[in-house]
């Protein structure tokens, strides 16, 4: 019987807040191993992790950062681990973090990565909310799993806050994009997606930002980009990559010659 059926729903809401909680538990637990052994190994055993986790039943803040969060509810630092000290020495895990920060500290035109794919994310909505399009994105991501009965822990736990602001705020408006961005990612996976989708002007605009994902540098000239989009197929006239340079703030190398050709 579908969710959607009445009879269902009401027999979802009948069920007590303890006894769905219960449920809850053992849905969780089912999911996690990582939780199964906390519960056993860890909160079991130490009294140091009872009183930690007894703060947070008392209603201390829960931090958003779900990594340092699980770290800390196992009693665990954020500094690098004896075994990994030992394993590569110190200063070679001083050089992974200096490659970590330098990764994301790239120049990519003048723009960080994280900056770039915000770019993409805007241009991959269009003219729908982009929150309900990553939303909806998600979702389909986790459709193509084929694991419609094991949806992400993460992806629930959004989905649940999500709905619950739209309806306590009375912001019709998302669920009404939402709808906008089912209708457009229908029946398509996320990684088939192409112009037809986003249209003309958006695509060759996401490809100009892929390119530059993997191929970072302070700045790019106009030949470099409008060659790569001719070798997708794209015709796009110069004048047009400028200024879709200038309006995102991506630097542009302006001397002059001609790209060299590649070998």
Same mark, same amino acid.
């Given at each position: 019987?579908?969710?959607?059926?009445?009879?269902?729903?009401?027999?979802?809401?009948?069920?007590?807040?303890?006894?769905?909680?219960?449920?809850?538990?053992?849905?969780?637990?089912?999911?996690?191993?990582?939780?199964?052994?906390?519960?056993?190994?860890?909160?079991?055993?130490?009294?140091?992790?009872?009183?930690?986790?007894?703060?947070?039943?008392?209603?201390?803040?829960?931090?958003?950062?779900?990594?340092?969060?699980?770290?800390?509810?196992? $009693?665990? !630092? *954020? +500094?690098? @681990?004896?075994? =990994?000290?030992?394993?590569?020495?110190?200063?070679?895990? #001083?050089?992974?973090? %200096?490659?970590?920060?330098?990764?994301?500290?790239?120049?990519?035109?003048?723009?960080?990565?994280?900056?770039?794919?915000?770019?993409?994310?805007?241009?991959?909505?269009?003219?729908?909310?982009?929150?309900?399009?990553?939303?909806?994105?998600?979702?389909?991501?986790?459709?193509?799993? $084929?694991? !419609? *009965? +094991?949806? @992400?822990?993460? =992806?629930?736990?959004?989905?649940?806050?999500?709905?619950? #602001?739209?309806?306590? %705020?009375?912001?019709?408006?998302?669920?009404?994009?939402?709808?906008?961005?089912?209708?457009?990612?229908?029946?398509?996976?996320?990684?088939?997606?192409?112009?037809?989708?986003?249209?003309?002007?958006?695509?060759?605009?996401?490809?100009?930002?892929?390119?530059?994902?993997?191929?970072?540098?302070?700045?790019?000239?106009?030949?470099?980009?409008?060659?790569?989009?001719?070798?997708?197929?794209?015709?796009?006239?110069?004048?047009?990559?400028?200024?879709?340079?200038?309006?995102?703030?991506?630097?542009?190398?302006?001397?002059?010659?001609?790209?060299?050709?590649?070998?």
């Amino acid at each position: 019987m579908s969710i959607f059926s009445p009879e269902r729903l009401q027999k979802a809401l009948s069920i007590e807040d303890k006894d769905a909680a219960m449920m809850e538990l053992v849905r969780l637990c089912r999911k996690s191993p990582h939780v199964r052994h906390w519960l056993k190994a860890e909160y079991a055993t130490s009294s140091e992790i009872q009183k930690l986790f007894d703060e947070y039943f008392r209603g201390k803040p829960v931090p958003e950062d779900g990594y340092r969060f699980a770290k800390v509810l196992s $009693g665990q !630092s *954020d +500094e690098p @681990s004896k075994e =990994l000290v030992n394993l590569i020495g110190k200063k070679g895990v #001083e050089g992974v973090y %200096r490659q970590i920060e330098r990764f994301q500290n790239q120049s990519y035109g003048g723009l960080k990565r994280s900056e770039i794919e915000a770019l993409m994310q805007q241009y991959q909505a269009g003219n729908i909310d982009l929150t309900a399009f990553l939303f909806v994105c998600e979702w389909k991501k986790e459709a193509a799993n $084929g694991k !419609s *009965d +094991e949806v @992400s822990l993460t =992806l629930q736990r959004v989905s649940l806050d999500l709905m619950a #602001e739209t309806i306590h %705020r009375d912001r019709a408006r998302l669920f009404n994009q939402i709808a906008k961005a089912i209708d457009l990612l229908e029946s398509k996976a996320v990684g088939q997606l192409g112009p037809e989708t986003y249209g003309s002007a958006s695509w060759w605009k996401l490809n100009v930002l892929l390119y530059l994902l993997g191929h970072p540098k302070e700045r790019y000239r106009t030949g470099e980009l409008r060659e790569h989009l001719r070798s997708l197929v794209l015709a796009v006239d110069a004048k047009e990559i400028r200024e879709f340079c200038k309006l995102h703030g991506i630097q542009r190398d302006e001397r002059r010659g001609r790209i060299p050709k590649k070998t």
